[in-house]
C-alpha cells in the first residue's frame, strides 16, 4: 500500500467516525502538515468520496459518500493484505539477522522504539534463543512494553547490549541517527528499510 492510499484510509477513517473534524484536527491525528491535509480532502472530494456540506458561515460538515464507503472498505481490505505481507517478510528478515547476531556469540538485544515491527521483532528474538535486556523509547519512556520498562535513550549506553534493533519503520532514519548521536557502533544497529513494497535488512556499516 503506498503512503497516498494510506492516508487516503485515515482520512476516510476519521469522517466516518466524525462528520465534524477540522482539517487542524485531521492534521493532528495523521501527523502531517494541515496543507497536505487540504489537498487529501480535496482529492477525496474531487473524486466523490467526501461531500462537503456547509452548514454556518464558518462551519462545514465532510459527509462520506456511498462511494466513499467502498473505497474505505476495499483500502481496508488492500491494508490488511499488505499488514500480513509486511509481518512475514519482517519476520523472515529479521530471523536472519538474529542469527547472525548469534552467530557471533551476541545474546543481548535491545529494542529502539515500541513502533509496529517490536512486537514482531520480540517473538523473533524469542524464538532465537535471544534475550530481550532493554527497550527504550523517548516518546513512552517510563511506561511498559511486555513487562520491561521502557527507557529513555540516553539510557541507551549503560545497558549491556550485542546489537539494537530499531522497531519502527516510519521512524527508521530518526532512530538510527539517535543511535549513532549517543555513539553506538554502527556495527550493533540493526534497521529494516522498505523501499516500495520491498523490506530489506540494512546491513552493518552498510551506507544509505
Known sequence: MNPDAYRELKVLEELSHNADHTQRHLAKQLGVALGLTNLMIKRLVRKGYVKIVNLQRNRIRY????????????????????SLYLYRRVREVLQQRMREVGERGGKDIVLFGVGELAEVAYLTIRGQGLNLVGVVDDRV??????????????????LQFDAVIVSSLDNELVGLNRLQELGIDRARIIVMEQRGSQIHPVLPGASR
Open 63 to 82: 459527509l462520506v459518500t456511498p462511494q466513499g464507503i467502498a473505497e474505505k472498505t476495499r483500502l481496508t481490505y488492500e491494508y490488511l493484505e499488505y
Open 141 to 158: 519512556a517510563g511506561t511498559t512494553f511486555l513487562g520491561l520498562a521502557v527507557s529513555p535513550s540516553e539510557a541507551l549506553p549503560a
